[in-house]
């Protein structure tokens, strides 16, 4: 065990609560992703803000690294303790500390999930509007800028969050942001956390702008001959303006997935799923442009009326993931996604398809369109290195590909480990402008091979001579 003299001042201080059994570090040495497990030396399931500030203090004074936790359900590496040291487990912080519905808005604890707090808000007829596939934490949603199926609506967390308690690095506690809709009050330093995967400090409590639960939702079903006829109508049904609050794209490979793990017969071809929120009369109006719009590109359509069809087609959307990796069972997929401006959908992923074909790659593509964000899930034998090995370059020119096209390497799961070999030479040259941001490297982490703030600079910061 490492990190000794930390662990024993750690115990003095929580006494019994500094957790070192295999099965509770191995429940927090990765999370869903195909990086191999690291676990912490310890995990402490903190209950206050005030207990995570000592928790950090006491790292601090010792050196010993930090990795905040959420619900773990990250992808790209994030929570993996590639160093060791002390895993803080926000999940037990999980109380909606107050609502306003008039002002809608309200302040959580950082381990509170998106269910639960939707759940809380159900009577007031508000919502946090963030749909994403897991089940995850408010704290790790703003830590990876978490956002999903209604970004082409509502934004991304950095829309949501208005405000933020913060335990830095060196065990301080700080607010940042407040319940006003706007401020011109200086630097944006809520913000400057939003994405920060933990390297900045740790989230303990953040004030959300809520939404109203609009008067009706319905959904539309569309299978078309081409992935280009399909981005064509997200391009056209965007520029109409239409009451869109989610708009889903699959690949024929991703449909068939789907058919094969839900028993479903959607014709295996590229496939939009569309949500359109709003008044019932604006929604009905709207549907039947959107019907229209891909009925002339080429589009089949499939009837969805009733509130239980509407639960059963977006169930089969939040089904993409495993239902990919069902094609090959027993394999590990590396699931990445990148985003690129829309009108780039077609050309990236026709160039990514022909890569893949050429490479013989299995790697079913879902995305949230709508924003020009897709995922892909790259199959690959663990034990075949060499097929490995083409999967990651693959995966590489992908990232190169997003960013030629004026994209990113990630539109939602952030850089972790998997994205930081990716950023390479970008980030370590534009390191030096954020040198200020940070006293040290993160709460705890510094360099190789765990995650630093440099990885999380390159794709945001362009150092043009
Ligand atoms: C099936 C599936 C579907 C998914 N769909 C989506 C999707 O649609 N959209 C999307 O954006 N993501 C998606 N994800 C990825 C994942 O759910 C998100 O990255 C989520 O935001 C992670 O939240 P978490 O609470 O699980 O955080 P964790 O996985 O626990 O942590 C994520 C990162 O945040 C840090 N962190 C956690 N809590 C804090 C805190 N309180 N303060 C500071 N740092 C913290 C961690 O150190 C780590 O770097 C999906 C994942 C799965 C498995």
Request: proline share 4%; net charge negative; hydrophobic share 40%.
């Amino acid at each position: 065990m490492t990190h000794q003299t930390a662990f024993a001042a750690l115990d003095a201080a929580f006494p019994g609560r500094i957790e070192r059994g295999e099965a509770v570090r191995a429940q927090h040495g990765a999370g869903d992703s195909w990086h191999p497990a690291a676990l912490p030396d310890a995990v402490f399931m903190a209950q206050s803000t005030e207990e995570v500030a000592q928790a950090v203090k006491l790292c601090a004074a010792h050196g010993c690294p930090i990795v905040p936790f959420g619900a773990g359900s990250c992808i790209e590496g994030q929570v993996n303790a590639t160093q060791g040291g002390l895993c803080i487990d926000l999940s037990q912080m999980d109380k909606l500390l107050r609502v306003s519905p008039e002002d809608m808005d309200c302040t959580v604890q950082a381990g509170l999930t998106r269910q639960a707090l939707n759940e809380e808000l159900r009577a007031t007829g508000l919502f946090l509007p963030i749909d994403i596939g897991a089940h995850a934490t408010l704290g790790g949603m703003a830590s990876t800028r978490a956002s999903g199926t209604m970004t082409v609506r509502h934004g991304t967390m950095a829309d949501l969050v208005m405000g933020l308690t913060v335990v830095l690095p060196d065990g301080q506690i700080v607010q940042t942001g407040g319940r006003a809709r706007k401020s011109s009050s200086g630097y944006d330093l809520t913000h400057l956390f939003i994405g920060a995967e933990g390297t900045l400090g740790i989230i303990t409590e953040l004030t959300l702008r809520l939404s109203g639960i609009p008067e009706t939702a319905k959904a539309g079903l569309y299978s078309f001959p081409t992935i280009e006829a399909a981005t064509q109508t997200v391009v056209e049904a965007l520029q109409f303006g239409l009451c869109l609050n989610r708009i889903e794209l699959m690949d024929a490979l991703q449909v068939k997935a789907i058919n094969a793990y839900n028993k479903t017969e959607l014709p295996d071809q590229p496939t939009l799923l569309v949500d359109l929120a709003g008044s019932e009369q604006q929604v009905d109006t709207d549907r039947d442009t959107f019907d229209a719009l891909a009925s002339e590109n080429g589009a089949e359509l499939h009837p969805v009326n009733t509130p239980e069809d509407y639960s059963k087609v977006w169930a089969l959307r939040h089904s993409a993931l495993y239902a990919a990796r069902g094609l090959r069972p027993g394999c590990k997929s590396l699931s990445t996604d990148v985003c690129v401006p829309v009108s780039e959908l077609p050309r990236i992923l026709a160039e990514t398809g022909a890569d893949l074909d050429a490479e013989g790659i299995i790697a079913p593509m879902h995305g949230h369109v709508g924003d020009g964000n897709f995922h892909l899930v790259m199959l690959f034998d663990d034990g075949d290195a060499e097929e490995k090995a083409r999967v990651q370059a693959a995966h590489g020119r992908l990232v190169e590909r997003a960013l030629a096209m004026g994209g990113t390497a990630t539109g939602e799961h952030g850089v972790g480990l998997g994205k930081k070999k990716l950023h390479g030479g970008r980030a370590r040259r534009g390191a030096g402008a954020y040198e200020n941001a940070q006293a040290r490297g993160g709460p705890g982490q510094s360099d190789e091979p765990g995650q630093d703030f440099r990885s999380l600079v390159a794709d945001d910061l362009r150092v043009c001579a």
